[in-house]
């Protein structure tokens, strides 16, 4: 079972959908959680961030953790085409001065005007 | 300005060859990474440095070498190519201390081994 499982899709939708993105991870030693953000031949940038378990709301964006349930969402509200990318969730252990990320394989989400 | 920046953006070489893509930050941040982006978009870590010093070595071929000559630049050289080689490879640097350990990658050097 790899450490993190992340649904591939592709996720097509309409413009103005809800989008919902989901990982499951099984090291319960994690305990940073976040979401990036990947357009087409670009760097993954960093959307979310959540510390352990609870939720996190950024404008468009809710990120949910469920540590009980090893599982995370990533919510878009009112979606654009321009929220059109691969979305990879990434968690890390606490401490430590890097940041060794573990990261799920990326959704790809279309958003269709 | 470019934050974090990588060069070249495209390799395209032979089986057996040896190449290099160096990578730079402005970010005055003090740990450095390659990750590795498969065609199956699957990003994993290969290299970290702190301050120059080798901090994650995960399981690599040593075919691979990294070097930090200072602590805004880590470059990656890869001896023998093969064609499992070919992904794209992004540098990432981050702040130090705690915090939302966020990354900050480059745009990424597309490798093609044929």
């Known amino acids: 079972q790899k450490e993190v499982e992340q649904d591939p899709g592709p996720l097509s939708v309409p413009e103005g959908a809800i989008v919902s993105l989901n990982c499951t991870y099984s090291n319960s030693a994690f305990q940073y959680f976040m979401w990036y953000r990947q357009y087409s031949r670009k760097g993954p940038e960093l959307l979310m961030y959540t510390y352990s378990s609870g939720n996190k709301e950024d404008g468009r964006f809710t990120a949910q953790v469920d540590k009980s349930s090893k599982y995370i969402s990533l919510f878009i509200r009112d979606s654009q085409p321009s929220d059109s990318a691969t979305y990879l969730c990434?968690?890390?252990?606490?401490?430590?001065?890097?940041?060794?990320?573990?990261f799920g394989k990326g959704t790809l989400l279309t958003v269709n005007p | 300005d470019t934050a974090v920046s990588q060069t070249p953006k495209y390799l395209v070489t032979q089986m057996g060859n040896d190449k290099s893509i160096k990578c730079e930050q402005n970010?005055?941040?003090?740990?450095m990474y390659w990750y590795k982006q498969d065609s199956k978009k699957f990003l994993k870590i290969m290299f970290s440095?702190?301050?120059?010093?080798?901090?994650i070595n995960e399981t690599v071929p040593n075919r691979f070498s990294p070097k930090s000559p200072d602590k805004a630049h880590l470059n990656l050289h890869i001896n023998s190519l093969e064609l499992g080689d070919s992904a794209v490879y992004f540098c990432?640097?981050?702040?130090?201390?705690?915090?939302?350990?966020?990354?900050?990658f480059g745009e990424g050097s597309r490798l093609t081994v044929l």
């Open positions: 990434a968690m890390r252990y606490s401490g430590g001065s890097n940041y060794k990320l573990t």
């Open positions: 970010l005055g941040h003090d740990t």
């Open positions: 990432a640097s981050s702040p130090p201390g705690g915090g939302s350990g966020e990354l900050f």
């Open positions: 440095y702190n301050n120059k010093e080798l901090i």
